[in-house]
């Protein structure tokens, strides 16, 4: 692996931006709104609420990352965040994670410069690029030993979220950068296909002239919920769940789930 990134093809290769490749104005820039984060004890953070898109696109980054974690031999450390910085997702190894809650990460921290100071999500978020931040570079001093990547995560030239991959500050970069893009990469394809297969069976819906709640029982029933899910989940009686399956079957002229799945599944 020693003569896979030889520093002339590193170089050549590289696709990522460090606080050294700022100039000296953006330098002072992020410096000076990083002073402000040594006050922020960040009592007020919670769970941002969250729209059906982004919480789609939460959810299709544990399924894209989940796997990564599961065989990494070496501690690792993932967040995904949100446009401005707080974070709505993490995981990693048992130990990364063991450690950076015992400093304090929860759902909800801000990484945004003006109350986490210099981090590669709040760098991520000024340039709106790829970005690296390392060790010492970190105004956060339970960082000093990680290396951070940080990507945006983009989709129709909107920046919805950013992830973040950390790893120990002796991992080799140039192997971990390609790895990154890739899940990105990964969860942008998977959101826009979702997105575009949800239009799609709207479509098909309003063909069918079906209301709301027919619209948000025949998503669950697609999805292989139960009756008894579906009713907590709506918070309505099983009875009428059943009663709303049964007007669904009647407009669609099916009389089985299987047909239905056959007939507006995409």
């Known amino acids: 692996m020693n003569n896979l990134f030889q520093q002339s093809d590193q170089n050549r290769k ?7 490749d700022l100039d000296i104005g953006e330098k002072e820039q992020l410096f000076k709104a990083s002073e402000t984060f040594l ?15 982004m919480e789609r696109l939460r959810s299709i980054t544990i399924k894209v990352t989940d796997p990564v ?54 760098l991520c978020h000024h340039v709106k690029q790829t970005v690296v931040v390392q060790g010492a570079e ?5 960082f000093s030993n990680w290396n951070c ?15 973040d991959l950390s790893f120990d500050h002796l991992t080799n970069i140039a192997f971990a950068v390609p790895l990154l893009l890739q ?3 990964q969860i942008t ?16 819906f309003n063909a069918y002239s079906f209301t709301k709640r027919e619209k948000e029982i025949a998503v669950a029933w697609l999805e292989n919920k139960t009756v008894p899910e579906i009713a907590s989940e709506l918070t309505i ?7 709303f399956i049964k007007k669904i079957y009647a407009k669609t002229n099916v009389g089985s789930k299987g047909d239905l799945f056959q007939l507006l599944h995409l």
């Open 149 to 163: 990547l940080c990507t945006p995560i983009m989709v129709d030239g909107d920046m919805l979220g950013m992830l």
């Open 183 to 185: 899940m990105v990469n």
């Open 237 to 243: 009686s099983e009875q009428t769940v059943r009663t």
């Open 14 to 20: 590289k696709c990522w931006i460090t606080l050294d």
């Open 39 to 53: 006050n922020y004890d960040g009592k007020n953070d919670e769970m941002p609420t969250l729209s059906p898109e």
């Open 189 to 204: 394809d998977l959101y826009s296909l979702e997105k575009t297969s949800e239009g799609l069976r709207e479509e098909k």
């Open 69 to 122: 974690v599961n065989i990494a031999a070496e501690p690792i450390l993932l967040l995904m965040t949100t446009a401005n910085g707080r974070v709505i997702y993490y995981g990693g190894t048992p130990s990364a994670v063991s450690k950076i809650e015992e400093d304090g990460l929860h759902i909800g921290s801000s990484f945004s410069i003006e109350h986490a100071g210099i981090n590669a999500i709040s």
């Open 138 to 142: 970190h105004s956060l001093s339970e």
